[in-house]
């Protein structure tokens, strides 16, 4: 049907010159459309169908449409089929799945689906599939079953119910059981139809791999293969290019590999001879389109092989293709996807022989035009190296790491590290190798390679003195890399004398080698050289005033670190004597541990995600195909780096993730200025009372004859709130007539500051002044508040109360009436957490003064982070990853956001926010970015406990973070992103 209507408001829209022509007309049309809705009843159906139509239109050029939403559900219950579909349409352009509208239109979904017409019950279908409302799946899940179930549904209507039961099962699998479905899939794989077969095995691709173990499907999907490959029993319409159904073979293969090999016989048998078959065509047709389905299949016979760990006659099979492709074909994706298999096979462990014949072909391959086969041909690499070719292996990456792109030398540099390592044939080779990463690209050499090497010196003697002659080499040049500066700072330190009797290699060039570098390495650096030259003083003596010269130059550095350091060295300089040999020793030997770098290679693991499998080879960086949730990289666990010695104590050398080196100001020590030019009367520490309100006791009398006896009936027990909307408001009081205009301002940074730390001012004006000190473990809070009447005259009808909700029980004691003059009161407070929640509790403070009367409602720093803790004890990347991906995600238990620093980003104040303020514990290495922090904690309440993840990229240029949060409640989860998003981005 045309709408004339239509097209000439689709014209009119087209002819526009400019954005504001165009928003003019779109907001005629609607303001013409709101018009004509008014007096619905009186639309024929033409009309609707041609103003919703509009309607649509105008959603997709990116307007806001906030009417003509009753009509289209109105033509959803229209019985004609031209009605519904217009219907159908606009609700899955106008409606998300989150609107309230659509229970409306349920029931008369319900009742489509129930249809004796197969549009409609497919029109129906589609609705339920695009919305996908938690509340459609739990009406309508037993109806879509029943359509797919059923045996005399119509081919189009089960197709259609099959992918609309995945879809539900996607976003709500708890519609599925196990129990019911393992006989329903054996029966569903017996279909006949193709058509109906191949939408049948998406859904029990989607269902099996949840759970492969609760349905034994391989003889199912074995006859199903004998029905394509060996007997090509296919009616015609569903032949692409003379090969049997593709789509429906690659799915059969796929669902195979969630499956070991069978142990039946006559199965495994059968199976065998189907792989030989897909694997014995040697073809490559000229037709692209057939090339692609062909090569779908057999690659998927290559990775039945590799998981099910086939015969080696298969194996060579394909490797014998895998060659010919590589040498042969300039087809990306068949590049790629070779590379990628060759990977499998080697990571086998029985096979690399085989493959090493084609080594020259996959170095090549490092200087193809796509960097993606570039990575592939990397991997393959890494994975191809042993030590009888790691020598030529790491020779060629050390080359190629000259003209690799800025995106690869990162990965490229961790696995020569890696490589040079695990096979070296010389601790020698191995520092000449690290020297020549660090010259190449020191910019991509992470702190635990160098750890390493200092590591490895350390514990050789045979090498201490090989290793301080080329690190001295390695910093002579005024351009050396600063991870050379920091190598050659601790090696010298401790070797350079094995080589000071050498020509040009004496204690004054080592120092001035180092000294050179002093201007251009960051503050870390400077703090480990420092360390360096007073190990240097300690062997020669004629260093000692150049020495000396350079600890007086920083002994008022504004940096805290050095500063200290530099004045316990200038005085250890200065006094000499036994003491000063005895501190300052050769560091003595490491203990024996594994590398980091090599636990990498010790872990293999498969996830699964959109019914995909994820393969990991051993000792690779990146899992392939890379389809997990971004940040999910393997790492290293975390590894002390090397010692440095000061005049007090060994302390670890600094590591970008804790360095030594630290701000003078920091975030949470940070005194907040009063807005007030009047001194406040001092408030008491309360620690003496604290302590009492956690152990229970009754505490002595305060001053003002108010008891603390917790027992008491003075104990009033009162709740608090249970939402919270966004933080930066958080702090909506009802302010006092004294309030200045920047009041509210200033309570939004008292309240910001007391939610990271445990005390400090809540409020604050002429004549009041409320402290906070506070202590939580567990599900359970301690809080006293101090009131402090800095006015001339008495304050009055005192009282503070906080409204009860059912997330916090509170119980706090009663307050005198009165406050005098320049007089202080305490309130203690028992909090214990009941549900997680997401808004701070509301303190409605109440008093008399003078002729007048305030009231204050404030908002007491009680947040969801309060109740967390941190773990006991550090978990490696493996069992984070788990506990990662066992919380279902994208769904109510992730939270995920970018948003603008609210100050400049510094990873260390930062890392001391999220431990000390929103008590998580960061773990380091877990992301091989420096700048992302990975962290985890529990919250606790009466509920139960709930197991907190964080992962924070940062962008210290741009300003912004994105974070991700997962837990295993979704309040926890909405809380804990709410409150850093409030502690690290901007006050709205």
């Given amino acids: 049907?045309?709408?004339?209507?239509?097209?000439?408001?689709?014209?009119?829209?087209?002819?526009?010159?400019?954005?504001?022509?165009?928003?003019?007309?779109?907001?005629?049309?609607?303001?013409?459309?709101?018009?004509?809705?008014?007096?619905?009843?009186?639309?024929?159906?033409?009309?609707?169908?041609?103003?919703?139509?509009?309607?649509?239109?105008?959603?997709l050029l990116g307007y806001e449409v906030d009417v003509g939403h009753i009509a289209a559900i109105?033509?959803?219950?229209?019985?004609?089929?031209?009605?519904?579909?217009?219907?159908?349409?606009?609700?899955?352009?106008?409606?998300?799945?989150?609107?309230?509208?659509?229970?409306?239109?349920?029931?008369?979904?319900?009742?489509?689906?129930?249809?004796?017409?197969?549009?409609?019950?497919?029109?129906?279908?589609?609705?339920?599939?695009?919305?996908?409302?938690?509340?459609?799946?739990?009406?309508?899940?037993?109806?879509?079953?029943r359509l797919v179930l059923a045996s005399d549904t119509l081919p189009l209507v089960k197709k259609k119910a099959a992918i609309c039961l995945l879809r539900l099962y996607r976003k709500h699998p708890d519609i599925i059981t196990s129990e019911l479905w393992a006989d329903r899939i054996w029966n569903l794989m017996e279909e006949k139809d193709i058509g109906v077969l191949t939408s049948i095995m998406s859904l029990v691709l989607g269902i099996v791999s949840k759970n492969p173990r609760e349905y034994d499907t391989v003889p199912r999907a074995a006859k199903i293969l004998t029905r394509?490959?060996?007997?090509?029993?296919?009616?015609?319409?569903?032949?692409?290019?003379?090969?049997?159904?593709?789509?429906?073979?690659?799915?059969?293969?796929?669902?195979?590999?969630?499956?070991?090999?069978?142990?039946?016989?006559?199965?495994?048998?059968?199976?065998?001879?189907?792989?030989?078959?897909?694997?014995?065509?040697?073809?490559?047709?000229?037709?692209?389109?057939?090339?692609?389905?062909?090569?779908?299949?057999?690659?998927?016979?290559m990775n039945v092989v590799i998981a099910w760990d086939l015969d080696k006659a298969l194996v060579n099979t394909i490797i014998t293709i895998l060659g010919r492709f590589i040498s042969q074909t300039k087809a990306a994706n068949t590049k790629?996807?070779?590379?990628?298999?060759?990977?499998?096979?080697?990571?086998?462990?029985?096979?690399?022989?085989?493959?090493?014949?084609?080594?020259?072909?996959?170095?090549?391959?490092?200087?193809?035009?796509?960097?993606?086969?570039?990575?592939?041909?990397?991997?393959?690499?890494?994975?191809?190296?042993?030590?009888?070719?790691?020598?030529?292996?790491?020779?060629?990456?050390?080359?190629?790491?000259?003209?690799?792109?800025?995106?690869?030398?990162?990965?490229?540099?961790?696995?020569?590290?890696?490589?040079?390592?695990?096979?070296?044939?010389?601790?020698?080779?191995?520092v000449e190798v690290i020297m020549k990463l660090i010259a190449r690209a020191g910019d991509f050499v992470s702190d635990d390679i160098w750890f390493r090497v200092v590591q490895i010196v350390t514990n050789n003697e045979d090498l201490q003195r090989y290793a301080a002659k080329t690190v001295f080499e390695g910093v002579q040049p005024a351009s050396a890399h600063e991870t050379a500066v920091r190598i050659g700072g601790y090696v010298l330190g401790e070797f350079g004398h094995l080589i000071s009797s050498e020509e040009g290699c004496g204690g004054v060039e080592q120092f001035e080698s180092l000294q050179q570098h002093w201007n251009q390495v960051s503050q870390t650096t400077k703090a480990l050289l420092l360390s360096s030259y007073i190990k240097l003083v300690n062997v020669?003596?004629?260093?000692?005033?150049?020495?000396?010269?350079?600890?007086?130059q920083h002994g008022d550095s504004i940096d805290a670190e050095l500063q200290q350091r530099a004045i316990e060295y200038l005085a250890m300089s200065r006094s000499g004597g036994s003491l000063m040999h005895t501190v300052w020793e050769v560091m003595p030997n490491f203990p024996e541990r594994e590398s980091l770098l090599l636990k990498r290679l010790r872990e293999k693991f498969e996830d699964e995600q959109s019914g995909s499998l994820v393969w990991k080879s051993p000792g690779a960086t990146e899992f392939i195909p890379a389809v997990?949730?971004?940040?999910?990289?393997?790492?290293?666990?975390?590894?002390?780096?090397?010692?440095?010695?000061?005049?007090?104590?060994?302390?670890?050398?600094?590591?970008?993730?804790?360095?030594?080196?630290?701000?003078?100001?920091?975030?949470?020590?940070?005194?907040?200025?009063?807005?007030?030019?009047?001194?406040?009367?001092?408030?008491?520490?309360?620690?003496?009372?604290?302590?009492?309100?956690m152990s229970g006791a009754p505490s002595k009398p305060a001053a003002d004859g108010v008891g603390a006896d917790l027992s008491s009936d003075a104990l009033v027990a009162t709740g608090t709130g249970d939402v919270l909307q966004s933080m930066s408001s958080a702090q909506g009081a009802v302010l006092s007539p004294q309030a200045n205009p920047g009041m509210e301002r200033q309570m939004k940074v008292w309240f910001k500051t007391l939610c990271a730390q445990n005390e400090g001012i809540l409020y604050e004006d002429s004549n009041i002044q409320v402290g906070v000190k506070s202590e939580y473990h567990g599900s359970e809070g301690r809080m006293v508040l101090y009131y402090g009447n800095k006015a001339a005259a008495p304050m009055t009808t005192f009282r503070a109360h906080v409204p009860p909700t059912?997330?916090?029980?509170?119980?706090?004691?009663?307050?005198?009436?009165?406050?005098?003059?320049?007089?202080?009161?305490?309130?203690?407070?028992?909090?214990?957490?009941?549900?997680?929640?997401?808004?701070?509790?509301?303190?409605?403070?109440?008093?008399?003064?003078?002729?007048?009367?305030?009231?204050?409602?404030?908002?007491?720093?009680?947040?969801?982070?309060?109740?967390?803790?941190?773990?006991?004890?550090?978990?490696?990347?493996?069992?984070?990853?788990?506990?990662?991906?066992?919380?279902?995600?994208?769904?109510?238990?992730?939270?995920?956001?970018?948003?603008?620093?609210?100050?400049?980003?510094?990873?260390?104040?930062?890392?001391?926010?999220?431990?000390?303020?929103?008590?998580?514990a960061v773990l380091h290495q877990i992301d091989p970015n420096a700048s992302n922090i990975v962290a985890v904690g529990t919250f606790f309440s009466a509920m139960g406990e709930a197991v907190v993840l964080l992962r924070l990229e940062t962008n210290s240029q741009a300003g912004m973070y994105r974070m991700t949060v997962r837990a295993g409640n979704a309040q926890v989860t909405s809380a804990v992103a709410s409150i850093l998003k409030h502690e690290l981005g901007h006050d709205a």
């Avoid at 526009?16 to 018009?35: G, Q």
């Avoid at 020669?540 to 007086?552: N, P, T």
């Fill in 540 to 552: 020669y003596d004629e260093l000692r005033d150049r020495a000396i010269q350079v600890f007086e």
């Fill in 336 to 430: 790629y996807l070779t590379l990628h298999m060759m990977a499998r096979i080697v990571s086998m462990g029985k096979h690399a022989d085989a493959v090493k014949k084609y080594q020259p072909t996959i170095i090549s391959a490092l200087n193809d035009t796509d960097i993606s086969i570039r990575r592939r041909a990397l991997d393959l690499m890494f994975e191809l190296c042993d030590r009888s070719n790691a020598q030529d292996i790491v020779t060629e990456l050390l080359n190629y790491l000259t003209v690799a792109d800025y995106g690869i030398q990162e990965e490229l540099v961790l696995k020569i590290a890696i490589l040079a390592e695990r096979f070296a044939t010389s601790y020698a080779w191995y």
């Fill in 74 to 145: 109105n033509l959803i219950s229209s019985q004609k089929f031209s009605e519904k579909l217009v219907g159908y349409m606009a609700i899955s352009v106008l409606l998300n799945e989150n609107n309230e509208l659509l229970r409306l239109i349920v029931n008369a979904t319900r009742n489509d689906m129930l249809s004796q017409q197969p549009n409609i019950v497919a029109l129906s279908l589609t609705s339920v599939a695009n919305s996908c409302t938690k509340e459609m799946a739990e009406t309508l899940a037993t109806t879509v079953e």
């Fill in 806 to 920: 059912p997330a916090l029980q509170i119980k706090m004691l009663a307050l005198p009436p009165m406050v005098g003059p320049q007089q202080q009161v305490q309130q203690l407070l028992s909090v214990n957490c009941m549900q997680p929640f997401l808004e701070p509790p509301s303190l409605q403070l109440v008093y008399s003064y003078g002729e007048g009367r305030v009231n204050l409602a404030l908002k007491l720093p009680i947040i969801l982070s309060k109740f967390m803790e941190p773990l006991e004890h550090y978990i490696p990347a493996a069992e984070f990853f788990r506990r990662w991906r066992a919380i279902p995600a994208p769904g109510p238990l992730e939270n995920q956001a970018v948003f603008q620093a609210g100050e400049p980003i510094e990873i260390p104040k930062v890392t001391r926010l999220l431990q000390l303020g929103i008590r998580l």
């Fill in 628 to 693: 997990m949730p971004e940040g999910e990289e393997e790492a290293e666990e975390e590894e002390g780096p090397p010692v440095i010695l000061t005049a007090s104590s060994a302390v670890p050398a600094p590591t970008p993730a804790a360095p030594a080196v630290t701000s003078l100001i920091d975030v949470l020590d940070s005194e907040t200025p009063s807005t007030s030019s009047q001194k406040p009367p001092p408030i008491s520490t309360g620690i003496e009372e604290l302590d009492q309100l």
């Fill in 228 to 301: 394509l490959v060996l007997d090509r029993e296919c009616r015609a319409d569903y032949q692409y290019y003379g090969i049997p159904c593709p789509w429906l073979q690659v799915k059969v293969l796929r669902l195979l590999q969630y499956y070991p090999c069978p142990e039946n016989e006559e199965i495994k048998k059968k199976m065998i001879g189907i792989l030989q078959s897909i694997l014995g065509r040697d073809e490559t047709p000229k037709n692209q389109p057939k090339n692609n389905a062909a090569h779908a299949i057999l690659f998927e016979a």
């Fill in 1 to 59: 049907m045309s709408f004339h209507g239509l097209t000439v408001f689709i014209g009119d829209i087209r002819a526009c010159k400019s954005r504001e022509a165009e928003e003019k007309r779109v907001n005629k049309e609607l303001a013409n459309i709101r018009k004509k809705f008014k007096d619905e009843p009186k639309l024929t159906a033409y009309d609707k169908k041609k103003y919703v139509w509009k309607l649509m239109y105008i959603s």
